[in-house]
């Protein structure tokens, strides 16, 4: 690495942390002001800007279905004879766990009992009705669909792509230069990564913060823990400790087996709920929200109203989720590519689109369906949640046998979520930091994990759900046009690609034949002269 390249790292790094130390430090300063003044800004910006988000998202759903299904769809990430580095099932473990596993486990409860509480369409639904219940599954399946996992797709598409196939570093400004020419200059370069890096900080922070909440909340609500800073802050603490210890350990270990133990007790607590819910209702509700989500998708991705702006619902809901999910995606695009070397893109697009949500629609109807149909039943669940988001999850399950076990196996899943997530941020944030090495040194992750859970709870202590929405939308907002960019940076990389090396393959006898493509081409041109010579 040259020296000017090296001056420019450090300034990335330089600015990056300080911006964020700034940050921290207001929030832990004056943290009543920059409760008010984040949601002043959180409401400018999802009032100006909510088009913007759900439009670019709604063009990155069509575009990563067409690629998928289109003849780019073959290319590896990677090189063309390279194997994929995980298992199947570790892959998906870990695409789950770091994408957002901990906030399925917070919004899976709260969102669909605070739809069937206060409608998506009021004023035209009633609430607490059966209308308003069916609507609050289908629209949570929608939030929580293939949308979400669009931008995610996105953003681990271009980076694998560059860094494994074209064997260039994994920073979002390299993956730009199809768009901007291989020579932009450099300080422009410098603001698209500063940028990244300052908007996956705020993501993980979000992310952070509510499993703060909820693990704080949870202890109250189960073992009468005090719910105040000190809890909040110890939890962070701890949380930090572990995941940079993992962190140390690398991708191959601390963040794989924590992302299969996060499987496995997630899929106990559904086993759980399963058997002691009602399966048939669970059943019956995942399969009609199916079949919602489907026929409103259009319409629930460009739902907007410029004539009454009446828009209140969509931008506490919608904006919010997808402004959230973009400041997030810097990270768990790199993370995604990180982890999917070896695949090809359609393989990439399909699984990163279908099998989270898949995971996440099971989730929501385990535990959302069943507390909706609580709810339904005259229980006070919802309005109990209505007030604190964060006991959304343990009040349903104190409504089953074994409730502190499992209440405890509940913090157990968030608490590693969280650390997770962390872990995974740290290596990737660190790698970005440095001018996007692949395996950035140990110091360099220590530092960023500090930092990741000095903000986090700051911005949880300062303003609560208010401040980490509003970081998620104000770092959204920018990157939201730098993903509308990925789409034509990817294709005009992909265009340049040679094809010549495709080979058609076929299996016989347990051997695998090849036939290049130049050689198909040969015998084609072969046979039609044949053919004309016939004729």
């Known amino acids: 690495m040259n020296d000017k390249r090296k001056r420019n790292n450090r300034l990335v790094y330089i600015i990056s942390v300080s911006i964020i130390i700034i940050i921290t430090a207001i929030a832990g300063i004056f943290p009543k002001t920059f409760g008010t003044h984040a949601q002043t800004m959180y409401d400018f910006i999802s009032n100006t800007f909510g088009w913007l988000f759900l439009l670019i998202i709604f063009i990155l759903d069509i575009f990563l279905i067409s690629l998928a299904t289109s003849r780019y769809g073959r290319f590896k990430l990677g090189d063309d004879n390279e194997e994929p580095e995980f298992s199947f099932m570790s892959w998906i473990g870990m695409l789950f766990s770091a994408g957002l596993g901990v906030g399925i486990v917070f919004w899976g409860v709260a969102e669909p009992l605070t739809h069937y509480l206060h409608s998506p369409f009021p004023g035209k639904v009633p609430d607490q009705s059966p209308e308003s219940a069916r609507l609050a599954m289908g629209y949570t399946f929608f939030h929580w669909g293939i949308s979400q996992w669009s931008i995610f797709a996105m953003a681990g598409l271009i980076v694998a792509y560059f860094q494994f196939r074209k064997k260039r570093d994994g920073l979002i400004s390299t993956a730009m230069e199809p768009v901007f020419g291989e020579a932009y200059k450099r300080p422009f370069r410098n603001i698209i990564d500063i940028l990244a890096i300052i908007a996956t900080v705020m993501g993980i922070a979000t992310s952070i913060g509510l499993g703060i909440m909820q693990i704080s909340g949870g202890l109250n609500h189960v073992f009468h823990v005090p719910n105040n800073n000190i809890t909040k802050i110890s939890i962070t603490v701890l949380m930090m400790i572990i995941f940079i210890g993992s962190g140390i350990t690398g991708l191959g270990r601390g963040v794989k087996w924590l992302s299969n133990l996060n499987i496995i007790l997630g899929a106990l607590l559904l086993v759980f709920m399963l058997i002691f819910g009602d399966l048939k209702f669970i059943f019956e509700s995942y399969t009609l929200a199916i079949g919602d989500y489907i026929r409103h998708f259009v319409e629930y991705s460009l739902r907007i109203d410029p004539y009454t702006n009446n828009n209140a619902w969509i ?190 393959s076929y299996v016989k006898d347990d051997k695998d034949y090849s036939i290049p493509l130049e050689k198909r081409e040969k015998d084609s041109k072969t046979l039609n002269n044949d053919h004309s010579e016939k004729s």
């Open 315 to 504: 931008q506490q809901w919608t904006v919010f989720y997808w402004a959230w999910v973009i400041s997030w995606s810097p990270f768990i695009g790199g993370f995604v590519a990180r982890v999917s070397r070896g695949r090809t893109i359609r393989e990439f697009i399909m699984c990163v689109l279908i099998v989270p949500p898949l995971i996440s629609f099971v989730w929501i109807c385990g535990f959302g369906g069943m507390a909706v149909k609580i709810a339904m039943g005259g229980d006070k669940i919802a309005s109990l949640v209505d007030k604190d988001y964060t006991v959304a999850l343990f009040e349903l399950l104190s409504k089953f046998p074994l409730s502190d076990i499992t209440s405890g196996l509940a913090i157990l899943l968030i608490f590693l979520f969280i650390v997770t997530s962390a872990d995974s941020t740290t290596h990737i944030v660190a790698g970005m930091a440095t001018g996007g090495s692949e395996n950035p040194k140990i110091k360099h992750k220590v530092i960023w994990g500090l930092l990741i859970g000095a903000i986090s709870v700051a911005m949880t202590i300062a303003g609560g759900l208010t401040s980490l929405q509003t970081a998620s939308v104000v770092t959204g907002l920018p990157f939201s046009i730098i993903l509308l960019l990925m789409t034509i940076s990817i294709m005009r990389a992909l265009r340049r690609e040679h094809t010549k090396h495709f080979q058609m």
